[in-house]
Nanobody
Framework: QVQLVESGGGSVQAGRSLRLSCEVT???????????MSWYRRTPEKERELVAD???????WYPDFVKGRFTISRDSIKNTLYLQMDNLKPEDSAVYLCNLNGAFWGQGTQVTVSP
């Protein structure tokens, strides 16, 4: 009923940029609507960490450790969520996952940042 497919991950050097995409497919009528979309990341040390959050038609939120470097955006025509990541650091290495309405998850895309 809801499918989220992330892409855009890869291996880059510190200071570089990546843009992640999350293609969203929703069977009409399967959910009340899309109210919130988010990006999380997962590492062996942290099971899940919120890195960007967007209320549809409302505010965006970022934790301090990515603020000014990461930008969440959405293309409603393409049904795609994006995460622009600039000035990447080695500690940003993780599996990045998108989330819809706090309930639905994609499989994730790996980001590896080398010094």
């Amino acid at each position: 009923q809801v499918q989220l497919v992330e892409s855009g991950g890869g291996s880059v050097q510190a200071g570089r940029s990546l843009r992640l995409s999350c293609e969203v497919t929703v069977v009409p009528g399967s959910i009340p609507g899309v109210s919130r979309m988010s990006w999380y990341r997962r590492t062996p040390e942290k099971e899940r960490e919120l890195v960007a959050d967007m209320v549809i038609g409302g505010q965006k939120w970022y934790p301090d450790f990515v603020k000014g470097r990461f930008t969440i955006s959405r293309d409603s025509i393409k049904n795609t969520l994006y995460l622009q990541m600039d000035n990447l650091k080695p500690e940003d290495s993780a599996v990045y996952l998108c989330n819809l309405n706090g309930a639905f998850w994609g499989q994730g895309t790996q980001v590896t940042v080398s010094p």
